[in-house]
């Protein structure tokens, strides 16, 4: 079946589906996105991904041309359209159509909104059986990580050269201490078996399952350490592993070629996965 995808108001087929070359998106990367989770055709953590989409497009100026229960309709009827089980929605929010203009153009120019769906099966993930590896590599983004823009190119030349080098993700390294994934929080188990993860901040995105994963490990009595790490440290843990709203929580067992604890998922980390799909599968909308 094709795709339906939402185009500034419009249910198109993929085919159909366009926006103009003049679109800042495509010509200033200015823009944001979020990705929404969908389990037995619900909407996962969907208040939370909202909300985070607000606050993307407060810290940019953008307008979101829908309200609250307009965007969650349009979430609801995409899934619908799509016959959507299992996968993902993306939304992008551009600034919309001008002339090409490092200046932005008049607060009335009306923005663009896209919405688009792929299937995939979400609950079987093989990397959550067995671990991915990962390489340490600079952090070269830009200094707003914490907006969830579309300025994806280093996040992906970051994830190329990784795979150039036999792992499956980069974790990324700025001034000696660990930010994230290419697309994920980054995580570790020390030895004493406390859940360390980086602090919120300019440096890294306010990840939805980060958020979900730290509550659901604290309410278990497990000791949580917002802070940095070094890449040193997270060698030598106990467990490590990334979170996303599209993989949910996934171990790594190598970094930079080093065995992470007996180079096997971790307890803790299918304890919180297990934990994550059935809590928030049960709460999806």
């Known amino acids: 079946m094709a795709r339906i995808f939402y185009v500034n108001g419009d249910w198109l087929p993929e085919s159909e589906a366009k926006v103009s070359v003049l679109d800042r998106g495509f010509l200033m990367a200015d823009a944001i996105y979020e990705v929404t989770c969908v389990l037995d055709g619900k909407l996962v953590e969907y208040a939370n991904h909202a909300a985070r ?12 041309p829908l309200d609250e229960a307009g965007l969650l309709a349009v979430h609801r009827e995409i899934t619908a359209r799509n016959q959507l089980d299992q996968g993902m929605i993306y939304l992008q929010l551009t600034r919309g159509v001008a002339d090409r203009d490092f200046a932005y153009p008049p607060e009335e120019t009306p923005p663009t909104l896209v919405l688009f769906t792929q299937a995939k099966n979400v609950l079987e993930n093989h ?61 570790i188990v020390s030895a004493e078996g406390a859940l360390v993860t ?17 509550e659901l490990a604290a309410a278990r009595g497990i000791r949580i350490e917002e802070r940095a790490f070094t890449p040193d440290e997270a060698k030598s843990a106990r467990e490590a592993f990334i979170t996303s709203a599209t993989n949910f929580v996934v171990p790594v067992t190598r970094i930079d070629g080093v065995q992470i604890g007996d180079g096997r998922p971790g307890d803790l980390t299918r304890d919180l996965r297990k934990l994550y799909i059935d809590t928030r599968r049960a709460a999806a909308v």
């Open 53 to 64: 989409l607000q606050r993307s497009a407060r810290e940019l100026g953008l307008r979101i």
């Open 127 to 187: 990397a959550a059986e067995v671990g991915i590896s990962v390489a340490l590599l600079p952090d070269l983004r830009w200094g707003r990580r914490d907006i969830k823009t579309i300025q994806l190119l280093y996040p992906s030349m970051a994830k190329m050269e990784a795979k150039s080098r036999g792992a499956d993700d980069a974790w990324l390294v700025e001034d000696g201490h660990v930010t994230e994934a290419c697309a994920a929080s980054a995580h």
């Open 198 to 214: 980086r602090d919120l901040s300019h440096a890294l995105l306010p990840g939805i399952t980060r958020a979900s994963v730290l």
